[in-house]
């Protein structure tokens, strides 16, 4: 079971009094130089002396690691970053934009760098663009090793968190995960105040979807790709799997062997609807990848099954969708957006 990271900061003084200042559970040390007592003319020699740089050092699941506030040249790696940072208006050097939504700012500006997908990544574009950080996670994280020997002068860290069911908790796992996350690029790019609200509109959005849920109603996820239809198995599924654990879902069906598969896994739609669901809570891989210009609509897909069609959660129309790039899309943003849809539909 792989650790949380939990952010703290330490502050170091520029020679004019700089300060960053961290969340309230940040721990922080300072030193402050003396203010020079006179300023040398515009044509004295220069004092050769370093400039103090404010840094903040992040725990991830590697260790601690110092990184530079507002850093220059950074890439990132991790769909979990993507739509926060492009929020906070931060500028990227490299990004692998074949696994990125395709109305990201990042993948239609032609300055950023594509390093490619995690399949065959371009690493050494990361060391040409000389990075003062990099941000490894999620479909990334197992070439964490290669960048650090790569980019030997850079601060790298790991925001990656494990919401497989081997973790134990995938559902805190995701929780905490995603507030830890966020906290930690608010101390990063001096954005602590949006980092703040994002994870109060987290919390509130789990708030509600937990209220929203009666407690007897049987659910059933789903993950469509290519026109069919896979399980997407408590605990472990893909996207879903960890909200069973986050809202107490009862599952209308359990299957041994279960997986996180992206397409999920290949139970017969006629299983699924032996089971009855009273929910079937969809995410649509398709619809995140701009690659497949022919791809079937989940809804289409969902509502073209003869063997749902007598299922409670059809006859019903409890049916609920994961926002269209959730697949290449988990920020914080994604699921404030997919709970909030799931207390307002649960509730009616």
Sequence with gaps: MRKFFIPKLTVFIAVFGLMLTGCSNSSKNTATTPTPTSTPAATSEPTNEPVEVATV??????????????????????????????????????????????????????????????????????????????????????????????????????????????????????????????????QIFDKNEEALQLVADFEKSIEDAKSAYNGTDTVISVVVSGGEIGFSAPHSGRVWGPMYEIFGWGSALEVDGSTSDHQGDDISVEAIAQSNPDWIFVLDRDAAISSINDAVPAMDVINNSPALQNTTAVTKGQIVYAPNDTYTNESIQTYVELFENLASTLAQ
């Design 57 to 186: 050092e992040i725990t991830d699941i590697h260790g601690t690691v110092t990184v530079p506030v507002n850093p220059k040249n950074v890439v990132a790696l991790d769909n979990r970053t993507f739509e926060t940072l492009a929020d906070w208006g931060i500028e990227l050097a490299a990004v692998p934009k074949g696994v990125m939504p395709g109305d990201s700012s990042y993948v239609s500006d032609a300055s950023v760098q594509d390093i490619g997908n995690h399949s065959e990544p371009n690493l050494e574009i990361i060391a040409a663009v000389d990075p003062e950080l990099v941000i490894v996670g999620q479909r990334f994280a197992s070439y964490y090793e290669d960048i650090k020997a790569l980019v030997p002068n850079a601060a790298v860290i790991d925001l990656n968190f494990d919401v497989s069911a081997e973790s134990g908790t995938p559902g805190d796992n995701l929780v905490n995960g995603l507030k830890n996350s966020t906290i930690a690029l608010g």
